[in-house]
């Protein structure tokens, strides 16, 4: 089963709101995190990443740190922009070879 | 660096006709992975191959689908007969399995409708 669970969304927010995506995992060990962001029409792109316990992992204004204690890796942003609305994925990688496991991805609009 | 290069970017066909999607890998990268996206089922693993070789396709939806890796860089998936259901956006993605913490890298995809 699927074990990367992200907040449901979709999620509207007005232009430099704050925003807080949601994403716990589950895993044995310590596996690797990322966020990766889809623009319409296009494919998912790496937007930022963390291998370990503790690393925070940022781009383009976005952070997320990986929290072993909660077994989670949320994505924060202090001011988003209408340029930012797309659908945000969490996702870990397998810890025993390279498989993705993905979360369900979340919309975002950000309106002016 | 070029990217994932997926053909065509968009297809539309009827069903019952062959449809055959081509992807060509980052140069280097040795693992493929083919992906699914739709609106209700979000974005599903059909299949995967660490160099050239099919690890798993369990993901693959049934007998109709196929793939193939020849070569490092270039990978079809086959849907012979298609059907309306069939309709989807398809990822190709590659990466790096010499690295454990190599990122996926995507392709644009191909939107695929199936009337």
């Known amino acids: 089963g699927n074990s990367v669970t992200q907040m449901e969304g979709p999620v509207t927010l007005s232009e430099e709101a704050f925003l807080t995506i949601n994403c716990t995992y589950t895993?044995?060990?310590?596996?690797?995190l990322f966020w990766y962001v889809q623009y319409p029409g296009e494919g998912l792109q790496l937007l930022l990443k963390?291998?370990?316990?503790?690393d925070k992992g940022s781009n383009k204004g976005f952070e997320a740190t990986y929290r072993k204690e909660t077994t989670s890796f949320h994505l924060e942003k202090g001011s988003v922009q209408v340029s930012d609305s797309a659908v945000y994925f969490c996702?870990?990688?397998?810890?025993?070879?390279?498989?993705?496991?993905f979360g369900t991805g979340t919309s975002l609009t950000v309106i002016p | 660096d070029a990217g994932v290069i997926q053909s065509p970017r968009h297809e539309v066909t009827e069903m019952g006709q062959e449809v055959t999607l081509r992807c060509k890998p980052i140069?280097?990268?040795?693992?493929l992975f083919w992906y699914r996206q739709t609106m209700m089922r979000g974005l599903e693993l059909l299949i995967y191959?660490?160099?050239?070789?099919?690890?798993?396709d369990s993901g693959m939806p049934e007998d109709r689908f196929s793939a193939k890796m020849p070569n490092a860089s270039f990978s079809t998936l086959k849907i012979q007969p298609s059907e309306p259901r069939d309709s989807a956006v398809y990822f190709c993605?590659?990466?790096?399995?010499?690295?454990?913490?190599?990122?996926?890298?995507f392709g644009n995809g191909t939107r695929l409708t199936v009337t």
């Open positions: 993605a590659s990466s790096s399995s010499k690295s454990y913490n190599s990122p996926l890298h």
């Open positions: 895993a044995t060990g310590y596996p690797s």
């Open positions: 963390a291998t370990k316990a503790d």
């Open positions: 996702a870990r990688v397998k810890t025993t070879g390279n498989q993705f496991y």
């Open positions: 140069s280097g990268h040795n693992s």
């Open positions: 191959f660490n160099n050239n070789v099919p690890i798993d």
